[in-house]
């Protein structure tokens, strides 16, 4: 009995890899992080197999052991990665900023992503009651956009009222070690404080900012803080997902804040 209930368990999950692999690339975000869910696709078919007629029973105790030492590794590294996300997942920001750095995402031809127009209306949100702050929005333009994502970020918010001259369009980062680097470039050529005296606020989606934080932190040397843009809701597993490898690949030089 027990053996049938963790075989229906397995084709579910496998199932629903499968549907949210498809939904996630019909998105046509510019990733391939919808072979994530391939990958559990196959990894929940495998375990469907195992599951029946006593095969996982046959397998060598020693490798039954290792893949359970694995599972639980793997489980506690994604827990954390979550919970360190969620530690910041509702920044407001410190007020009264010197300047406000946006994290660049997709732009399309209507205008902003999901994702990007989530972080712009946050910024937009913080603009508005922070007046002196300049805004810089980041992102090159990639080969699936119709222009950098930094003139396209300007755009949205001039559309939305912000005065030009607080915003500053920056098209040459590719990721966001980028956005961070040339953001700071940009702040103290144009900045008359010493980099010690100023407040700089990143912006990007809730699941994103911790990471964004962590690198902001590590290159400057003044006050980060963080606004965190919200996200959509049946894309959120795909982003927290793809978002724990960004941290894993980061973590020596973001640190656990």
């Known amino acids: 009995m027990k ?19 498809v939904i996630i690339y019909l998105v046509g975000s510019g990733t391939n992080s919808f072979i994530i869910w391939i990958a559990g696709t196959l990894v929940f078919l495998l375990l469907f197999f195992l599951a029946g007629k006593g095969r996982w029973k046959r397998v060598p105790k020693g490798l039954r052991i290792a893949s ?10 994604f827990l954390s990665a979550q919970a360190l996300m969620l530690s910041h ?33 946050a910024a937009y949100e913080y603009l508005m009651e922070n007046p002196d702050t300049i805004c ?3 992102g090159m333009q990639g080969y699936n956009e ?28 590719e990721d966001t070690d980028d956005n961070i680097a040339i953001g700071r470039k940009i702040i103290l050529e144009q900045s008359k404080k010493a980099e010690s005296e100023l407040s700089v606020v990143i912006v990007t989606n809730n699941y994103h900012l911790f990471r964004g934080m ?24 795909n982003a927290m ?10 973590i020596t030089e973001i640190g656990w804040k």
């Open 3 to 21: 053996e049938k209930v963790f075989r229906v368990i397995w084709l579910i999950l496998a199932i629903l890899c499968a549907i949210y692999s």
């Open 68 to 77: 359970y030492v694995v599972i639980g590794i793997g489980l506690a590294v």
């Open 89 to 121: 997942f509702f920044d407001k920001g410190e007020k009264n900023a010197d300047y406000m750095i946006v994290l660049g995402a997709q732009i399309n031809k209507d205008g902003p992503s999901v994702a990007f127009q989530y972080r712009l209306d």
């Open 136 to 138: 810089i929005v980041s």
């Open 146 to 173: 119709p222009m950098p994502e930094g003139i396209g970020g300007v755009n949205y918010l001039i559309s939305r009222g912000i005065d030009p001259s607080r915003l500053i369009a920056e098209n040459e980062a």
């Open 214 to 237: 962590g690198l902001a932190r590590k290159q400057f040397n003044c006050k980060i803080s963080g606004v965190a843009g919200d996200n959509d809701k049946l894309y959120i597993l």
């Open 241 to 250: 997902v793809r978002e724990t490898l960004g941290i894993l690949k980061d």
